[in-house]
């Protein structure tokens, strides 16, 4: 270009023209460089990589992949290029090398935020995961980086030391206790609900107050994500679950057994001793065979080392068909193939109400599913409703209208 410059001198033509051809010749220049790069980095380089990764066995590849890291990263050629090129431009080089640079500083932050999804992905594969997720803290671990990021583009645009602006955020420590507020309860909580395992993905919790009850999908910085069984997702803060109560039904999983805690009102007017038929009858039950025959010879032998004159039946022991009712009961449930027989099995009597008299059924089914303990507690009752009367019980039902109709046609 110089010696064009010269010879156009030599005959006296303006050579301003010349100036603004060489600039344009070297963008154009560098800009054909540029696209010669990216396509070779994108088409050749990653290309080879990405088949030299996809025939690999590791789970982590496939998610480098999946997290497009190597694309991200090839966006770092054309911009080092035209750094490096910022000096044959002098008049505008420190503009170039500023945009260049900040331009470095985005894409590096986009590869570093794909890297720690890369490390997260890979965390969830293992079961660890589980108890001890760490999502929370790659978050943390992001929010951090994006703040370093800004402060080294801030300072690189204003041409000054990272280090005077990073003197400057202590002054601006509690505007950002108020910002991040959320985030910084959020790593407390996520600290102490990881180290303690209160809660973990897969629980299932109960937070009435949230109107969560479902099981637990995801543990993040700030929130607990609770797909709930009408399959609506509740967000729960994460640090609520440390300020506020709530019911986790791991044990219950995990013990294997599912309680059931029911009572049944019995009618407290048909509650009576029992007569010779009756206890005949009941030696006839399959449950109560051997019950009956070893208590008529407790009795029996009680009465008569006591003296005991049977001829009222307010004398001395005896048996009443409630009693006799809660023994087959408790036969009943002990026999129970869906009945957890190393939990507690106990069939008890509550203190009487205005409904009647409660028997309480409290024991554990041996399986966790929610269906399978619907459906064997719903058994057991519908087996106590139908076979109560021939005990002489009745079980306590406010009355009805057939109720009322019957006795007005009586009355009739």
Aim: charged letters at 20%; hydrophobic letters at 45%; glycine letters at 4%.
């Amino acid at each position: 270009m110089d010696f064009i410059r010269n010879r156009l001198l030599d005959y006296g033509v303006d050579t301003t023209w010349v100036d603004y051809l060489s600039v344009a010749i070297m963008i154009a220049f560098i800009a054909l460089l540029c696209i010669i790069a990216n396509f070779i980095t994108k088409k050749v380089v990653i290309r080879f990589i990405t088949h030299i990764v996809s025939k690999n066995k590791f789970k982590w590849n496939d998610v480098l992949l999946e997290q497009q890291v190597f694309q991200k990263s090839s966006h770092f050629v054309p911009a080092i290029i035209i750094y490096n090129f910022a000096s044959t431009f002098p008049a505008h080089q420190k503009l170039i090398e500023t945009a260049a640079l900040t331009y470095i500083i985005f894409v590096a932050l986009s590869v570093i935020n794909s890297v720690l999804n890369v490390v997260n992905d890979i965390y969830q594969t293992y079961e660890i995961a589980k108890t001890k997720p760490i999502k929370g803290y790659i978050q943390v671990s992001k929010i951090i980086i994006i703040i370093l990021g800004v402060i080294l583009v801030i300072a690189n645009l204003m041409g000054e030391s990272p280090l005077i602006l990073l003197s400057g955020i202590g002054a601006l420590s509690a505007v950002f206790m108020l910002v991040f507020r959320d985030s910084l309860l959020g790593l407390v909580a996520g600290i102490q609900l990881s180290a303690n395992e209160m809660v973990r993905v897969g629980d299932w919790i109960e937070m009435s107050k949230y109107g969560a009850n479902g099981d637990i999908i995801d543990i993040s910085l700030n929130t607990v994500m609770v797909r709930n069984f009408d399959k609506t997702v509740t967000m729960i803060p994460s640090y609520a679950l440390i300020s506020d109560s709530f019911i986790n039904w791991r044990g219950m999983q995990e013990s294997g057994g599912r309680r059931i805690k029911r009572a049944l009102y019995i009618d407290m007017s048909s509650i009576t001793f029992c007569t010779n038929e009756m206890i005949e009858d009941y030696k006839n039950i399959h449950y109560l065979t051997d019950y009956i025959t070893d208590r008529e010879r407790e009795i029996e032998e009680y009465n008569i080392n006591n003296q005991i004159n049977r001829n009222n039946v307010v004398n001395g022991r005896a048996l009443t068909n409630i009693g006799v009712f809660r023994a087959y009961i408790l036969q009943y449930l002990q026999s129970h193939p869906r009945i957890h027989q190393e939990m507690t099995l106990m069939v008890r009597q509550l203190a009487p109400v205005e409904n009647g008299l409660p028997i309480e059924i409290y024991a554990f089914v041996n399986d966790t599913t929610w269906t399978v303990y619907e459906t064997v507690q719903a058994d057991i009752f519908d087996h106590l409703f139908a076979i109560a009367p021939e005990f002489g019980l009745r079980v306590f039902q406010n009355p009805t209208g057939s109720d009322f109709q019957s006795i007005i046609r009586l009355n009739d």
